[in-house]
């Protein structure tokens, strides 16, 4: 190769090289702040009876800790009792029954209802979920007629139009028919 041509090439080379300006680097990515998953969601992700426990006992001291029933509150307590219900859910795969003899109520069953009767100080009178039924249903599950009964009652009293009022009667009826 000539030397003319080498040097042709040399100064192209460096006269490009000279002007080439790189493009700054791209700027950081933004932090991105992990969104915390409520205490129903991070149990459902696991879906094992131990967080539903954890769950229910943080939803529990959330519905303890409010002083007035806001529509926070009423989310916490209905949470509180979904909680209850899925540990008490994979606790046992089915009910007991109705048995003529009370049996203990487990734990969870008894968190289940406290959990329910906290719901019903912060629901709105109108809730289509009334937490007496899902209460009552529980202590009569276990043969605790003499409870769930004036459950059945108010729920029929105070829910006189809604659908709860209906299978309130239905299990009511079954209850004072198990209990005689």
Do not use: N
């Given at each position: 190769?000539?030397?003319?041509c080498?040097v042709?090439l040399?100064?192209v080379?460096?006269?490009?090289a000279?002007g ?6 791209p700027?950081a ?11 129903i ?9 131990e ?7 943080k939803?529990?001291?959330t ?7 806001t ?12 909680a209850h ?9 089915s009910?007991?029954?109705s ?6 109520l487990p ?13 019903a100080k912060?629901a709105?009178t109108e809730?289509p979920e ?5 209460a009552?249903r529980?202590?009569a ?5 003499a409870?769930?009964?004036?459950r059945y009652e108010?729920i ?6 809604s659908?709860?009022?209906g299978l ?10 198990a209990?005689?």
């Open positions: 190769m000539p030397l003319s080498l042709l040399v100064a080379i460096g006269c490009k000279a080439d300006k790189s493009a700054p680097p700027p990515p933004a932090a991105v702040t992990p969104v915390a998953l409520s205490p969601d991070e149990a459902a992700t696991l879906g094992t009876i967080a539903w426990d954890i769950a229910a006992a939803l529990d001291a519905v303890a800790a409010c002083a007035t029933p529509a926070a509150c009423r989310q916490a307590a209905r949470d509180a009792v979904t219900g899925q540990a008490l859910k994979l606790e046992f795969a009910g007991p029954g048995p003529l003899t009370p049996l203990p734990a969870r069953v008894t968190a289940l209802v406290a959990a329910c009767d906290a719901y912060h709105e809730d009334v937490p007496e039924l899902i009552a529980q202590q599950s276990y043969g605790w007629f409870l769930a009964i004036p108010e029929l009293r105070e829910h006189r139009d659908d709860a009022a309130a009667e239905v299990a009511g009826v079954g209850c004072v028919v209990a005689i």
